[in-house]
């Protein structure tokens, strides 16, 4: 199985902030890397696919990049409800796996 | 508008066999342009994927679940099914059904899930 570590576990930040969230995979995935954000309770929402394209209705202060076996999410401008847990998760291959998750919080 | 929504008991006996039912509304699973998918997430851990379904039947299983797992589909109730055999603690989790869309390299992401329902495994 392909293994995804995320770094770092837990970040804290301030509205405003430009904040960045890397994701390792243990093999060369390509380009096929997915970022989903997911709040306390509620379904993991998809923001980013193919490692750097935005997903419809994601804002565009998200972006992704990156390629091979290190990617990146970087969000340009916290907003008050961009506090969640991001997870990474590789489309190369069965079976897919996802990071172990990287949890912004206020400062 | 799309919605999926997760549905079975909560709590299951050591041994059993654990069953969820996703109901898609607002769209046909009958789609030859997505799969189906389950993904779970036990307390404090991270997302494990368990497998898809096409709407012809087709599926795929993560192999860590030791052939423990089925998955099927109705299109004439636009639902598909999981069962979990043989459960144990471990299986304690939070359910999670959902679509896969494709990228323009048919490579698949979880684009729409449900909010995910949570199975217990305790005598």
């Known amino acids: 199985d392909i293994q995804m570590t995320q770094f770092p576990s837990s970040v804290s930040a301030s509205v405003g902030d430009r904040v960045s969230i890397t994701c390792r995979a243990s093999?060369?995935?390509?380009?096929?890397l997915g970022w989903y954000q997911q709040k306390p309770g509620k379904a993991p929402k998809l923001l980013i696919y193919?490692?750097?394209s935005l997903q419809s209705g994601a804002p565009s202060r998200f972006s992704g990049s990156g390629s091979g076996t290190d990617f990146t999410l970087t969000i340009s401008s916290l907003q008050p409800e961009d506090f969640a847990t991001y997870y990474c998760?590789?489309?190369?291959?069965?079976?897919?796996?996802f990071g172990q998750g990287t949890k912004l919080e206020i400062k | 508008q799309l919605q999926i929504q997760e549905s079975g008991p909560g709590l299951v006996k050591p041994s059993e066999t654990l069953s969820l039912t996703c109901t898609v509304s607002?769209?046909?699973?009958?789609?030859?342009?997505?799969?189906w998918g389950w993904i779970r997430q036990p307390p404090g851990k991270r997302l494990e994927w368990i497998g898809n379904?096409?709407?012809?039947?087709?599926?795929s299983y993560n192999p860590s679940l030791q052939g423990r797992v089925i998955i099927s589909i109705d299109t004439s109730k636009n639902q598909f099914s999981l069962k979990v055999t043989s459960v144990t603690v471990a299986d304690t989790a939070v359910y999670y059904c959902?679509?896969?869309?494709?990228?323009?390299?048919?490579?698949?992401?979880?684009?729409?899930w449900g909010r995910g329902t949570l199975v217990t495994v305790s005598s």
């Open positions: 998760q590789q489309a190369n291959s069965f079976p897919y796996t």
């Open positions: 959902a679509r896969l869309d494709r990228d323009p390299d048919n490579n698949w992401y979880f684009d729409f």
């Open positions: 093999q060369d995935i390509g380009t096929w």
């Open positions: 607002g769209f046909p699973i009958s789609s030859s342009s997505y799969y």
């Open positions: 193919a490692a750097s």
């Open positions: 379904v096409f709407y012809s039947g087709t599926t």
